[in-house]
RNA sequence: GGGCGAAUAGCUCAGUUGGUUAGAGCGCCUGUCUUACACACAGGAAGUCGGGGGUUCGAAUCCCUCUUCGCCCACCA
């Protein structure tokens, strides 16, 4: 129990000594803390945070995701359940290894100069030192994370349930090793899965070549191709098997020209007649499509583009690549190429094309389809249990249109390659013995002989996907596989996600999937999908289109609680957010406008009530309330009723699956902060205060006891409503609320009982 | 090629199951520095609810169609 703060309020709020001086003082009274052992007798309310990359800085978006995330834990931290919300960040492996090789490249080497386990170590070092800076940034706007659990996609704890999920997966037959035409980023050097290689609509060329027939000089079949290079590596042309114009080709032989192969015509039902000639150039080794035609006809797949996206002879290719282009990129190469095939007549013409381009979803360079060895998981069983969450209730996602899209991904799902060419990860927990080539050993532990003849084995080169380290977050930060870990048995499954639909696959599906795979249960019931932060001309804020906003340059000059009522309000329910980069005043004068008011309220408010003790309202005589004071009791009961209904129901009523008449229902943080911002500005500052000024100024007397009591008591409960929204600026006018017989912890949060409509009623039915 | 969303005041958006004069913030106009607040107060202007058709006693709200934006997915040779 502390005493109010009886200093008077200075006339402008000072949002920088605020919060230099609240936050760390609740992080010191460990008010952020979730603990297992007080989750049996409160509700646990658990948020798992989107882990941010350990080299992210942070940016509006995040400061958008996390405030919602922040506004959601204070509220039922308010509410009185055992709240946790849980942070962290991801090794990001791509993203983090690119930054390292440029930092090498500026020095003048490469990765492989340096070498695997320097790169490794350096990498390290270097998360060591700039990782998870943003952690603290995210402080600055307030987030009441437990920051004692932050945990990192790489850590020791972490990797073992990699591992084990790994292993697991393999034991369930649903890791294998697969022969298959995937994405692969040459400048990143790594295979990508499917949703890391971006469609990106492209105006390019549709190159129409002819291929002679090897008996009969005079006829030719024409292919079109929008990536001409790969002709070098064509093993067939394909036709339909009803396309009565090449009925007669099928079994004989084309030549390609500049390298003179021989390849047959074969007849493939994948060939649409209706496109082009009705006859497509097969490359097995560089197209996803080809590779199956290429399987089903026993043909042989040359490769003759290399890991770095140079033409050459790489593998069964010999004879294929002409000398001239031989280490050319391939782009050079098709350029070449091009002028070569006309000048030998076997380019007949080219025709601009639209088509979807696939780049590499982190350095933008175009996905060059290539044949190699990868690690996959069938993904169909786990799909099957993402649905069915979904379908029963289990899981809700907000807004509800992208349930449409989630169902559809699932039922479509395509087996995940999760091994990459990088070294900045977890290594694939797989062994090989060359001495006696045993089957691969897939381990928990480190295998350092082999369990057969006892020979020397080395590991897999590859590590796996960062995705595959991510999508084990609701429970690898619990203490799985640890099930026995308290954590775990307390806080799994969670409550809500809080994400940007971009990720919806990348990582949401896939964290439902591990749940429902690994712990028989969805890891949240609701997914709430916010929008983006964009420019007046709705472009999303980039760094490279310098349109950004930094949220730290706004939490400077108006305050962290400016920043954060500016985005909850105007965050519809699935709608971006638009803000002017060029106008940060005009952009954030709705929450800086509203926090001066709360703050002039609040000075005169606590400065006509006085320090001295009021009455709790439940001891008022009644016939002392006025009917104004019964009409502002009853506007804050139903502001509060409002505020609640726009956010919640907080889980499911039957604490298991949601009910249709549930299922669409809360998370409308614009409806609660207009609701509390109606109910303080324009019912208690516009009305109620203007009506009770001539009470005030009594010097004394039950009227003016009644109408302290009454102030102080509504004011009491506006700043716990407005609490989770801008947590600081209403804990330092909590502070200066005078004292009432019943009530005086140490802050204004957690240790409120939960809104308590039934108290108010009760006031008012005595009245 | 398939699917989804949006179109309401100058701007950004609310309008939950169709029902009295369509709302908010910002902006704009007119006053007011009235000892809590000019980042405010009092008052005000402003919308053929994208176009067309239909259902209905009644539609921004339901149905059809068109237009314009935006997003997602796809083995777009």
């Not at 007080?38 to 798992?48: F, G, H, L, Q, T």
Request: proline residues 7%; glycine residues 6%; hydrophobic residues 40%.
């Amino acid at each position: 129990m502390t005493s109010p703060d009886t200093n008077p309020l200075p006339p402008q709020y000072d949002a920088a000594t605020t919060e230099s001086e609240w936050y760390p003082r609740w992080t010191e009274h460990g008010v952020f803390l979730a603990d297992a052992t007080r989750a049996s007798s409160r509700e646990p309310y658990v948020i798992v945070m989107p882990p941010p990359n350990v080299t992210a800085v942070l940016h509006v978006g995040h400061g958008l995701n996390n405030t919602v995330q922040d506004v959601l834990i204070r509220w039922r931290r308010m509410a009185g359940d055992e709240a946790l919300w849980l942070p962290g960040t991801d090794h990001a492996g791509i993203a983090t290894q690119n930054v390292v090789e440029k930092q090498l490249s500026a020095e003048g080497q490469t990765r492989f100069d340096v070498g695997r386990d320097a790169f490794v170590t350096r990498v390290a070092s270097f998360v060591e030192q700039t990782g998870g800076e943003i952690l603290n940034q995210l402080k600055a706007i307030g987030s009441s994370a437990d920051w004692s659990r932050t945990a990192y996609t790489f850590s020791p704890e972490l990797s073992v349930a990699v591992r084990e999920a790994f292993v697991r997966l393999h034991e369930d037959g649903l890791v294998y090793k697969g022969h298959r035409v995937i994405h692969w980023c040459p400048r990143c050097g790594t295979s990508l899965s499917d949703e890391e290689a971006e469609f990106a609509d492209t105006t390019g060329k549709l190159y129409h070549l002819r291929y002679v027939l090897a008996d009969d000089p005079t006829q030719s079949v024409t292919v079109a191709t929008t990536r001409p290079e790969t002709m070098l590596g064509d093993v067939a042309v394909a036709v339909h098997p009803d396309d009565e114009r090449y009925r007669a080709f099928v079994g004989r032989d084309v030549i390609l020209p500049l390298n003179g192969v021989r390849i047959p015509v074969v007849a493939d039902s994948y060939t649409d007649p209706a496109f082009g000639s009705g006859a497509v150039k097969i490359t097995p080794a560089h197209d996803p499509n080809d590779f199956e035609v290429g399987k089903r006809h026993a043909l042989p797949m040359p490769v003759v583009i290399d890991a770095e996206g140079v033409v050459r002879e790489v593998e069964l290719a010999s004879g294929r690549v002409p000398l001239e282009l031989v280490g050319l990129d391939r782009f050079d190469a098709r350029t070449k190429i091009v002028a070569m095939l006309d000048a030998v007549g076997a380019l007949v013409k080219v025709e601009p094309h639209q088509h979807s381009v696939r780049h590499c979803y982190r350095c933008d360079t175009v996905v060059e389809p290539r044949l190699s060895d990868q690690w996959f998981v069938r993904m169909q069983p786990l799909a099957e249990k993402a649905l069915a969450v979904l379908r029963s209730g289990e899981l809700r996602i907000l807004p509800d249109r992208w349930e449409a899209v989630y169902v559809n991904w699932l039922e479509g799902i395509r087996d995940w390659n999760i091994s990459r060419q990088i070294w900045w990860g977890h290594r694939v927990p797989v062994w090989y013995c060359d001495a006696c080539a045993q089957t691969p050993i897939v381990s928990r532990s480190d295998v350092t002989a082999c369990p057969t003849c006892g020979g020397a084995v080395r590991q897999d080169e590859d590590v796996l996907d960062t995705w595959f380290s991510s999508w084990l977050w609701p429970f690898s930060t619990l203490g799985w596989p640890n099930t026995d870990s308290a954590d775990l048995k307390a806080f799994y499954p969670g409550d809500v996600l809080v994400t940007a639909p971009e990720i919806l696959f990348f990582w949401v599906s896939r964290m439902v999937m591990s749940g429902c795979w690994f712990l028989g249960q969805s890891p949240f019931h609701t997914v709430y999908l916010h929008g983006t932060v964009r420019d007046m001309d709705h472009r999303k804020m980039s760094k490279s289109l310098g349109n950004g906003i930094d949220p730290l340059d706004v939490v400077q000059l108006y305050g962290a609680d400016a920043l954060r009522w500016t985005m909850v309000a105007g965050l519809g329910l699935g709608v971006d957010v638009m803000l002017d980069p060029t106008d940060l005043d005009k952009s954030f004068a709705p929450g800086r406008n509203f926090c001066t008011k709360l703050w002039n309220i609040g000075r005169f408010l606590l400065s006509r009530v006085g320090a001295d003790a009021v009455q709790p309202l439940s001891t008022l005589p009644p016939e002392s309330l006025t009917a104004a004071d019964a009409w502002i009791l009853d506007r804050l009961d139903v502001a509060i009723l409002e505020c609640d209904a726009a956010l919640g129901p907080a889980r499911p009523g039957n604490g298991r699956t949601w009910t249709d008449a549930e299922r669409g229902r809360g998370l409308r943080l614009s409806e609660y902060a207009e609701a509390a911002r109606r109910f303080v500005w324009n019912e208690l500052a516009d009305w109620y205060l203007e009506s009770i000024k001539p009470r005030l100024a009594a010097d004394s007397g039950a009227d003016r006891d009644a109408a302290r009591a009454v102030l102080a008591h509504t004011f009491d409960g506006a700043l716990r409503l407005l609490q989770p929204m801008i947590p600081f600026i209403t804990e330092a006018l909590w502070q200066h609320l005078p004292q009432t017989p019943e009530r005086r912890p140490e802050f204004i949060a957690p240790y409120f009982p939960r809104f308590d409509h039934t108290l108010h009623a009760a006031s008012l039915q005595g009245s």
